[in-house]
């Protein structure tokens, strides 16, 4: 079973960046496919990008298209969230989960606890 503990979060101004880091161990992360997360008090938790095994194919929420990048150095067990042009909305624990494409789409099992990342106006 992989671990995963994500860092990078912190207190940013409206237009800032942050690079979030999903380190992994227990297993090796390049077995698994890899999904952001982000979830605000009092909200359901939403998508917001994830990435093949490969590094190869990404897919992102239409809310952080163009402003956040997924990346990720398997040499290193670690997959990257790079946001940019950061907006208050924003605001939320981001959290990092490994899962597998299944027959019903992208089935993520094991996260980590999170990291905040808080934008102010």
């Known amino acids: 079973q992989v671990q995963l503990v994500e860092s990078g979060g912190g207190l940013v101004q409206a237009g800032g960046s942050l690079r979030l880091s999903c380190a992994a161990s227990?297993?090796?992360?390049?077995?698994?496919?890899v999904g952001w997360f982000r979830q605000a008090p009092g909200k359901e938790r939403e998508f917001v990008a994830r990435?093949?095994?490969?590094?190869?194919?990404?897919h992102y929420a239409d809310s952080v298209k163009g402003r956040f990048t997924i990346s990720r150095d398997n040499a290193k067990n670690t997959v990257y969230l790079q946001t940019n042009s950061l907006k208050p909305e924003d605001t939320a624990v981001y959290s990092c989960?490994?899962?597998?494409?299944?027959?019903?789409?992208?089935?993520?099992?094991?996260w980590g606890q999170g990291t905040q990342v808080t934008v102010s106006s």
């Open positions: 989960a490994a899962g597998s494409l299944t027959i019903h789409g992208y089935e993520f099992d094991s």
């Open positions: 227990g297993r090796t992360l390049s077995s698994s496919a």
């Open positions: 990435i093949t095994r490969s590094g190869t194919v990404t």
